[in-house]
Each structure stands twice: as C-alpha cells, then as structure tokens.
C-alpha cells in the first residue's frame, strides 16, 4: 500500500512535469494552430542553460532562473526567424520544418557541449526526504517538483481566464482578424506567447536536470510524451493537457512498477518480465490511441474552434 | 514531354550506377545505392497515403520495420532450425518476403482502421503512438534481441540468382521499385486513384457521391503499408541486421522528408527525394572535409536542418516539380 502511494506521487511528479511541457505546446497549437515538434530543443536547452550556469556560479536558484530565460530567448529567436513563417502553412510543413530545427539544436548541442551526457547534483538542501505518511520516506526535490508544477497550473489558470493577457490569448485563439482589428498587435502577441511556452519548457529541463542526465536527444524522448499528452487532453485546450498530464504520468508510472508483478502471476517469470517491460512501454500508446477512438478530438476538445 | 522522358532517364542512370561506381574505383558506393533503391520504395508507398490520399501518416517506419522483422524472425527461426506457430521456418525469400507484404498489410489494415477514425494532427499523432507501440514491442522481444536486434547469417536466397553478390542485389532491388512504380502508375491513374483524389480534395462531396471514403482511404493504407513492409524485407537483406532502429519515428521522419524533397503528389519525386536525402547524408560530411571544414564533418545536420527548413518554406514542390515545371502537376 506505501508502494502504491510512493509509487504514485511518482506519477504525479512524471504528470506535472509533462504539464509544464503540455501546457506551451497546447497554447501554441490552440493560439496560432503549429505543431511545434522542436518544442523537445527548447526543453533542451533549459536543461542545458541550467546545467552551464549552476557550473559557473554553483547556485541552483541561479540555475533554476537561467534555464526558462535561455529557453524564452532561443523561442523567441525561433519564432521571429522560422515558426512565423509557418502559421498559414499546413501541418506537414510544419512538422519538417521543426523536424529541421531538432536536427539543427541537437547538433548545435553537440558542438558546444559534447555528445557525454551532463550531470546535474540535486542542491544538498533539498537532497534528504519527508514522510509523508509514517513509514513512506519521499524525496524532498521529487515532492518540490510537485509543488512547482502545481502552483504553475494554478498560475496559468489565472492568467488564461482572469488577466488581460489571458483574455487577449483566447480572443487570439477564436478570431485573429477581429482582434488585430481592434487595435491589437497579434505579431507581437504570438511571439510572447510562443516565448512564454518556451520559458514553462525551459523551467521544466531545469527542474529535469538533477533528475535525468542532461544530454543530447532528452527533448525527443520526452517531446513524443507530451504530445501524447495534448492529444489525450484535446488539442488546444488547458485543462485537457492537465488532465492528460496527469493520466499519462500515473498511468506510465504506474504501469512500469506493478506490470511485472501483475504479469508474473499468470506467466512464467522469465518471460514476464520482457512482456512487461514491453507493455509497460506500450501502455500510454495504448492509452491514446484508445481514448482517440472512444473521442477522437480527445478529453477536452476546446470551444468555439471546429478542431482545425 | 519532359514527364515522360524523366522515368526512362532516371532507369537508366539507375542501371548505370554500379558499373560507375568501379569505374570511379569506388565499388562500396555500390551498398550505397542499394539503401537509396530501398528506401525510394518505401517513400513512394507513403506518397500514396501522402500525396493522393491525404493521410499525413507520420508512422510509416512501423510497416517498414515490420516487414524487416518479418524476415530477420523468420531467418533466425530457419538458422536455429526451430520451428514458428508449429511450422517448419524457411529462408527461401519467395515464401518471406510476402509474408513480410501480408503481415504489414495486416498491421496497416487494423492501424488504418483505427486511426482513420481520426482526421488531421490527430491523424498524424496516432500513427506516430501506432509506429511507437510496435516500436516497444521490439524492444521487448527479448527473445529476437531486444534492444540489440537481430542478425540474419545471410540474404534470403531467391532461385537463379546469387543473393550475396551486391551487383545482383541492387539490380533485384531496382526491379522490385520499377514493379512498385509500375503499379502505383497504373493505381494512380485508375478509377482507384481518381477517387481518392477526389477524397483528399473534398471528403464529404465524395461521400455525397456515394463513394464510402473510409473502404478507398483504408486499402490505400493497406497498399502503402505492403510496400514499406517490402521496402523493409529488403532493406533487412540489405543489411544482414534488423532493430528496433527500423521502426523509431524518426525513420518515419527521413522517410516523409524524402517524399517532401522530391515532391509530394507526384509519381517519382519521392525516388528522387531519396537519392537527395540518402546522398545529403553520404556525402555532405565527406563534403565539409573537403572543403577543409572537418569540425562540420560530423556535424553535417548543423547544415541539413536549416536547409530542410528552407527548402519547406520555399520550395514546395520539390526537387521533381522543380525539374518539371508545371507538368510535374499531373501525375
């Protein structure tokens, strides 16, 4: 039973981390209708922004500032010089146009850093544990990853639904023309939007870096993840990539500690183990394809667009 | 005019390549142009779906790394001499490889069926989970592998001719693509391919026509997933090698950026958008050395990916309809 509560706020931990990549890239989508599949890049290089400024100045709070500024500049940057030229283009172009950018960001990567893989220590502060129930001891920095992720959702939700900015993204979601008739500079509106997406990806490598090895391909990896992930929760929409966020990361999460176990009940250990392995790897696949038969516009389709 | 002279010099420059190829006292390039015959039949398959049908399938290295595992399993089976599902195992490559068409097919007939459900980026995504799952499934199979893949002793052999000389190989490799191209010719420009153009131009006048979208849509996935499950057959021969490599999406990326290099909507540009993409990727780092740049050489992608954005941003129609003008239109 403590297994199964450590086991899932592990989850938990995996769904608000891939919240905080969910969250830009469905705004992205939602607001200017781009498949942005060098997202992963701009993940990328939070970590590695992180990773470079904690060597230099040792302090994580720096580091922990760098990563969402480094990825806000080099997003901005993306924007103004290709994603602009994409939003009238159709979603082939715009999936090998940032098919493109990967290739570029990760060789980049690889001249300025090298192909071995960076490691981050977690900070000695937050390296000790919490009980959260007697008898479950939980790492402090999993629990503050949590927390973080949390608070930004609640943020977001803020700001989307209550601020000036909020109102203004989703007037730019339902009519562009309108809005840039009423005097709106919607140039300049996708630009820090999509800057703003690329700073939540940014924060979310910073945070990854103590917890995964800070390398080349870590944005794939985890790109493929979060699309899911959107998918899941309805393109475009918010609260679907919350609550896809959360589905795919207990489900993974889950799926990965207890399906050998489960398995080796009814088969030969042995070969339980590779089948689940497999089908721990499969289950969020599984997951999606099953939920886009069942909706095929996922959890939380949004309002007012006709899916296009 | 220039349409119907392109294919008869495109043949022939293909003949002529391994014969060249000793003349310039480079004889490997040989395995070189293998690779590009492959993978063009892999590419022309997805233009299908692509180009005429208007399904932007972003998992088409599932079908080609199925029927690559197709033969590599049934190869190990026959070379441990164990039998599979009770039956004896066979390297003869006329009873693998269209199994390895039949099984792709299969896969491609329950993956379409699912995923055409579902229009759009949402299309695009779920053949990419599809692609995925079978990508783990891969991986798991400890049995052939895992992670590690599989190696197959030596090519299927195929009576009347010797499977391990490479000339032969290429020139088998070749036919197969201009039978490949043979029949999607014919498909294209059949009644078949009318209607799914008429699909892809407009779904709901099609289907107030009469016409059922999904039955058209559906063996177009089926035809384009017996193709790539050839291509990998082929390509498993070609290599003496199978992984799970085969199947990662980003294959299916390099596969769908050769039919955007080429053009897409067209018969032949996707050949042509491999033999750009395969010989970018053979000849570029070699090119940065030349030029005294060797930091580039093995970071030749810090170039290919600007251009690949470039060439999506201002050269739509690709390398073909570049080649054509404005005859590439029809097919």
Redesign the interface.
């Known amino acids: 039973m403590l297994l199964f509560f450590e086991q899932l706020l592990n989850g938990v931990q995996l769904g608000v981390f891939l919240f905080l990549l969910a969250a830009g890239l469905t705004l992205i989508?939602g607001i200017m209708g781009v498949?942005n599949l060098a997202h992963g890049s701009l993940y990328m290089a939070g970590a590695f922004a992180s990773a470079l400024a904690l060597r230099l100045s040792g302090s994580f709070t720096l580091a922990l500032i760098a990563a969402p500024l480094a990825a806000g500049l080099v997003g901005l940057a993306m924007e103004v010089i290709?994603i602009r030229?994409?939003y009238a283009?159709d979603?082939?172009?715009q999936?090998?146009?940032t098919?493109?950018?990967?290739?570029?960001?990760?060789?980049?990567a690889?001249?300025s850093f090298g192909r071995q893989p960076l490691f981050m220590n977690i900070p000695p502060a937050l390296n000790s544990t919490v009980e959260l129930l007697p008898g479950a001891p939980y790492p402090v920095y999993r629990l503050l990853i949590i927390i973080a992720g949390l608070l930004v959702a609640g943020l977001l939700y803020v700001l989307i639904s209550r601020s000036r900015a909020g109102s203004l993204i989703r007037a730019g979601s339902t009519d562009q023309e309108m809005l840039s008739a009423l005097g709106i500079n919607v140039k300049m509106l996708f630009a820090l939007v999509f800057a703003f997406g690329a700073m939540l990806a940014g924060f979310a490598g910073g945070l990854a870096g103590p917890l995964l090895s800070v390398e080349i391909g870590m944005g794939?990896n985890i790109l493929?993840l979060t699309?899911?992930v959107i998918?899941i929760g309805g393109?475009g929409s918010i609260r679907g990539a919350f609550a896809g966020a959360l589905l795919v990361g207990i489900a993974d999460t889950l799926g990965r500690a207890f399906l050998p176990g489960l398995l080796k009940l009814m088969l030969p250990p042995a070969e339980a183990d590779?089948?689940a392995?497999?089908?721990a790897?499969?289950a969020i696949?599984?997951l999606?394809?099953g939920i886009?038969?069942w909706r095929?516009?996922?959890l939380f389709p949004p309002q007012g667009r006709s899916?296009? | 005019m220039r349409r119907r002279i392109f294919p008869l010099i495109g043949l022939a420059v293909f003949m002529m390549l391994p014969p060249l190829a000793t003349w310039i006292g480079e004889p490997y390039l040989v395995s070189t142009f293998t690779r590009i015959v492959i993978f063009a039949i892999a590419a022309v398959t997805l233009d299908l779906l692509i180009g005429f049908g208007g399904m932007v399938s972003f998992g088409h290295a599932a079908f080609f790394g199925l029927g690559a595992y197709v033969s590599g399993i049934i190869a190990h089976h026959a070379a441990e001499q164990i039998t599979l599902f009770g039956l004896p195992a066979t390297d003869q490559a006329l009873i693998i490889w269209p199994l390895a068409i039949l099984v792709s097919a299969a896969a491609a007939l329950v993956i379409g069926f699912l995923s055409l459900r579902t229009s759009g980026v949402h299309f695009i995504m779920i053949t990419l989970a599809f692609a995925q799952m079978l990508y783990f499934l891969f991986v798991s199979m400890e049995k052939y592998g895992g992670d590690d893949g599989l190696m197959m002793l030596e090519r299927n052999p195929l009576p009347g001719l010797d499977m391990s000389d490479d000339w032969s190989f290429y020139y088998l490799c070749l036919g197969l693509l201009a039978v490949v191209l043979f029949i999607l010719g014919r498909l294209i420009n059949a009644r078949f391919g009318m209607v799914l153009r008429s699909i892809k131009q407009s779904g709901p006048r099609a289907r107030s026509l009469g016409i059922s979208s999904l039955a058209y849509r559906l063996t177009a996935f089926c035809i384009a997933g017996a193709g790539a499950g050839l291509a990998g057959a082929l390509m498993a021969n070609h290599n003496g090698f199978v992984s799970p490599a085969l199947l990662h999406w980003t294959l299916s990326g390099d596969i769908l950026i050769m039919v955007v290099l080429g053009g897409i909507g067209t018969l032949y540009g996707p050949v042509l958008g491999a033999v750009i993409f395969l010989a970018l990727e053979e000849f570029l780092p070699l090119a940065f050395e030349g030029a005294g740049l060797p930091g580039f050489k093995e970071h030749w992608r810090v170039v290919f990916g600007p251009l690949l954005i470039v060439i999506v941003l201002f050269a739509k129609s690709g390398l073909y309809g570049f080649l054509l003008g404005k005859e590439a239109a029809d097919v």
Request: no cysteine; charged share 10%; net charge negative.
């Open positions: 989508f498949i290709v030229r994409l283009r979603h082939l172009d999936v090998l146009a098919f493109g950018l990967i290739l570029f960001f990760n060789e980049i690889a001249i794939e493929i699309f899911v998918v393109i590779g089948i392995a497999g089908l790897s499969m696949y599984i999606m394809a886009l038969i095929p516009a996922g899916g296009a």
